[in-house]
């Protein structure tokens, strides 16, 4: 159903789309670690909160593509057209709702999660916290629009918005960081900016009626009880198993406050160059869901898993190069951040080992399960996730790091044991084809 040339157009713009979102993430961490370790601290522990909530929005965005995709490989494009508008309902109001809770209990929130962490540091985090918050509905609007472009296999409209919103953050940042001297604040304020902006922009392109998916009207979405529960029965298992990754990582994060100033920074700035040599992995990912999608709603199952495994081999190639060159100029790129010595030599040693791990497991475990979410496996796939983060990236995580005294380091040998847990188990299921879920597609169809 794709040709070369097909997923050349889909892919490339995915790919540098993740790459700017990394980049500029990694940009923002650089901006406001010149405000000190406080600030630079105060910001990841928000950000592994937004980074949770963003996700359960995203996850109900990729329900709606899903359906959206299935829909135009039936030929039945005004049934896409149709989960499109309940999908923007539904995301809007949850994301509103959400919103809502984290603008007004922020410090009660934080003061849960993260109530050892030094008072200068939380300070820090509840300004971002609040900032960021309000730009909750912008954000899950601009993902469903994403995710629905996508859907048609246009990815170019978020590549190019991306851009833009990148490029007013970076600008923001510089402006409020550097000239009004905002530090977190002002990090925050030029991320709810770009993320209006985003908002506007797709939601305008997606009323186009050239588009094979188009909202019509804004001011006339229907709800539509049958829809929403398709997009919610992938939507919710995939929210879940994005929802409690996050959270089993906030509960690592809090494990790791607990070692000090020193390694929260160090994990911080790890994180954010740990998201660069993935960016083809998730790009890919994300391509997936689109091509995996549109191959199960014409039920062509056997061209589905050729698309699964070819894209999971061909993430491999571009995410071993990544991981080598990560490997190769660690100690460089780890001195941008302007950390402590402690810091420095404990970020560097994470991402040596994270390199190797990294290029070995991460496809399999998290680029190869996006063929199974596009083929409604939501179920398995969450399940398995869901035991995996406790069993090993949590529980191990105490064992590795608090324990065993390896501190944040063991922490990440806890998630690298999260990801070979994974693979066995979505690797089996891959071969055995109960994935496939032939009697719900004609469910599906039934009701279109």
């Known amino acids: 159903m794709f040709s070369k040339k097909d ?34 601290s105060g910001v990841s522990l928000v950000d592994a ?21 299935q829909y135009i490989g039936r030929e039945e494009p005004h049934k896409a057209c149709e989960a499109a508008k309940q999908l ?33 540091v939380m300070d820090n985090a509840e300004i971002y916290f609040f900032l960021t918050a309000l730009s909750y509905p912008f954000i899950a609007l601009y993902n469903a629009g994403a995710a629905l472009f ?13 851009i833009i919103m990148n490029c007013i953050n970076v600008g923001g940042n510089a402006i409020f960081i550097f000239g009004f001297n905002m530090g977190a604040a002002g990090a925050a304020l030029a991320t709810l900016i770009s993320r209006i902006v985003g908002a506007i922009f797709i939601l ?34 995939n929210g879940l198993e994005n929802g409690m990754f996050q959270l089993g990582k906030i509960i690592v994060q809090g494990m790791i406050a607990s070692y000090g100033t020193a390694a929260i920074a160090a994990n911080a700035v790890c994180n954010s160059i740990a998201g660069f040599p993935i960016i ?6 994300l391509a997936m869901v689109t091509v995996v999608g549109q191959c199960v709603g014409a039920q062509r199952y056997e061209e589905a898993k050729k698309y699964i495994i070819r894209l999971t081999g061909l993430a491999y190639i571009f995410m071993l190069i990544l991981n080598i060159l990560i490997a190769v100029f660690c100690g460089p790129i780890v001195g941008f951040f302007n950390l402590s010595a402690e810091a420095t030599s404990t970020a560097e040693q994470i991402m040596l080992w994270h390199s190797l791990f990294c290029a070995v497991l991460w496809p399999t475990a998290f680029t190869m399960p996006n063929g199974l979410r596009a083929a409604n496996d939501v ?19 105490y064992v590795f790091g608090t324990m065993l005294g390896m501190g944040v380091l063991g922490t ?12 066995i188990f979505f690797v089996v299921r891959l071969q055995s084809n109960k994935w496939q879920h032939r009697e719900l597609q004609q469910k599906l169809s039934a009701q279109g």
């Open 412 to 423: 990440w040998f806890a998630m690298f044991l999260d990801w070979v847990f994974r693979i």
């Open 7 to 40: 997923l050349q157009r889909l892919i490339i713009p995915l790919i540098i789309e993740q790459f700017l979102a990394i980049t500029i993430g990694m940009a923002d961490t650089v901006m406001v670690s010149s405000c000190g370790e406080a600030a630079v």
């Open 204 to 237: 305008i392109l997606l009323k186009r009626p050239v588009n094979i998916i188009h909202v019509d009207s804004y001011l006339h979405l229907e709800f539509r009880p049958q829809m929403v529960k398709n997009i919610l029965e992938i939507g919710i298992p």
């Open 150 to 162: 996508r859907a048609m296999g246009n990815s170019k409209v978020s590549m190019t918005i991306s």
């Open 88 to 120: 923007v309902l539904s995301v809007f109001v949850l994301s509103m709702v959400i919103g809502g809770i984290c603008v007004f209990g922020g410090p009660q929130i934080l003061g849960l999660i993260y109530h050892d962490v030094e008072r200068a």
């Open 49 to 69: 909160i937004n980074i949770l909530l963003i996700n359960i929005f995203s996850a109900l965005a990729t329900g709606g593509a899903i359906i959206s995709s």
């Open 379 to 397: 179920k398995f796939t969450m399940t398995v996730s869901v035991l995996s983060m406790w069993i090993c990236r949590i529980c191990m995580s």
């Open 280 to 285: 083809p992995g998730t790009a890919i990912g």
